[in-house]
């Protein structure tokens, strides 16, 4: 198994939420839970010093 790199794994978090789309959910919690996900994804993708790890635990938390 390889590993990926920063760029691949913010690539594929990119990819996910483009699959997810930008729309609004009927449901509002569910609404800011994957608005805070958008968020977190582009703030950790710019910047270098975020630990990717930690990334996937609150995106997991989320």
Known sequence: MSKLTRAEVFQRFEA???I???EDCDDAQ???R???VRNL???ANQDSAVNLRDVAND???N
């Open 16 to 18: 996910a939420l483009a």
């Open 20 to 22: 997810l789309g930008e």
């Open 30 to 32: 569910a609404d800011l």
């Open 34 to 36: 994957m608005k805070n």
């Open 41 to 43: 994804v582009k703030w």
């Open 59 to 61: 995106l997991v938390a």
